[in-house]
């Protein structure tokens, strides 16, 4: 949690604890399909963590556009939540079913490239989940730190968009705008 409060990008790290679910995910697989596991699978892993990285940069820049535009905090992200949810999940659901063939294919050429398909395939439908139902959750946490800790700070209570990164980024760019005025 310190890590997700250090700086403006810190909900970037989230998107590294969103990566990790899909261990689970490859873990289950490659027993599940009674695979071997080859080092092929690790390059899957690696596969893996930029599809579920980039799904949830997308998520993230759609909950700071949203702030910008005004947007309560838990409206912003809820309003994201449903506007990526479609994208999301078309993206992750049409790469794991185009892998299958991979995953069925019997001929020995085949066969290295099995496990890295499994891993990325079981891998990506696990930390989706974990992406749509966790990251959400975790935002709206660390929000509620950095309003907690702006208590501390000043004494007084800021509402929970004052503590974000996008609004403060935005009052200051017209602060700027302002002064060069």
């Known amino acids: 949690m310190v890590l997700l409060c250090q700086n403006n990008e810190g909900y970037l790290n989230v998107t590294r604890l969103i990566s990790r679910g899909y261990l689970e995910g490859q873990h289950g697989g490659i027993p599940m399909i009674e695979v071997d596991w080859l080092r092929e699978a690790n390059a899957g892993i690696i596969a893996l963590s930029g599809i579920i990285v980039n799904d949830s940069i997308v998520l993230i820049d759609q909950i700071n556009r949203n702030l910008r535009s005004g947007e309560k905090v838990y409206d912003a992200v809820f309003n994201a939540g449903i506007s990526r949810l479609r994208p999301i999940i078309l993206t992750s659901l049409t790469t794991a079913l185009g892998l299958g063939p991979i995953i069925m294919e019997t001929s ?62 935005l009052r200051a760019a017209n602060v700027e705008l302002q002064t060069a005025n």
Do not use: C, D, H, W
């Open 108 to 169: 020995r050429q085949a066969q290295f490239l099995i496990p890295m398909a499994i891993s990325v395939a079981y891998g990506l439908v696990f930390g989706t989940l974990i992406l749509l139902l966790i990251l959400p959750a975790l935002y709206l946490v660390v929000n509620r730190i950095r309003v907690a800790f702006g208590r501390l700070l000043s004494g007084k209570t800021p509402a929970a968009e004052e503590v974000e990164p996008a609004v403060i980024e």
